[in-house]
């Protein structure tokens, strides 16, 4: 743990803290918006379930509104066309979700801790697992989630801390663990885990998305 405290540590004096810290102040904004817009971003995080953030990103930018509006087979024949490896699927869970469109936001001001939203998103999202859910609170202003996902697993296991899964699929019981070995170090480095989260994707990636 002590050399990915050091190589946390090191990045913080890096130019690389800018960049995170003004993506960090812009998730908080975003979190303060309309109920449409947190939605938008959770229908991005919708898409990127096991497809790229990159490609995310740029579906998000070209259907925005749509997403509040559109029809499933609408939004499929949209995906199609934008190369989404899943249309059909991914088409599906936004459709369903449009009827959280409007109250989104009141719905996750309900609950106290960060927690408690993740297990709402997981229970009445379709499409949305423990990373998803995490991905979309981190990126609207909840900090206290950890986003765990393959290039995370495999810089862990790699460092010896924890075993490599057999395949990429976490249940929900390994999830929690995993993110209670990242607050320590997020602890120890005197940041939040969505923080902390886009200093080993930076160190893994050598890119900052969303």
């Known amino acids: 743990m002590e050399k990915i405290i050091t190589l946390v540590n090191e990045f913080k004096e890096d130019e690389i803290r800018k960049t995170i810290d003004q993506k960090m102040s812009d998730f908080s904004e975003l979190g303060e918006k309309s109920s449409n817009e947190l939605f938008k971003e959770l ?14 990103i740029k579906i998000q930018d070209e259907i925005n509104d749509g997403f509040l509006t559109l029809s499933k087979e609408e939004l499929a024949k949209k995906l199609s066309e934008m190369g989404h490896r899943f249309p059909n699927t991914r088409a599906r869970y936004i459709s369903e979700a449009q009827k959280h469109k409007d109250t989104i936001k009141e719905i996750l001001s309900a609950f106290s801790d960060d927690e408690s939203k993740r297990e709402w998103l997981v229970k009445n999202i379709k499409g949305l697992g423990m ?31 924890i075993e490599r899964p057999k395949n990429k699929t976490l249940t929900t019981k390994r999830y929690l663990e995993i993110e209670s070995l ?15 989260d886009f200093y080993l994707w930076y160190n893994e990636t050598g890119s900052v998305l969303k």
């Open 182 to 196: 990242l607050k320590k170090i997020a602890n120890k480095t005197n940041l939040s885990l969505g923080e902390l």
């Open 131 to 161: 990373k998803e859910s995490s991905h979309f609170l981190r990126n609207t202003g909840h900090e206290n989630v950890a986003i765990i996902d393959f290039h995370i697993v495999d810089f862990l296991a790699d460092q010896n801390l």
């Open 43 to 56: 229908c991005f995080c919708i898409l990127t379930a096991n497809f790229s953030a990159q490609g995310g």
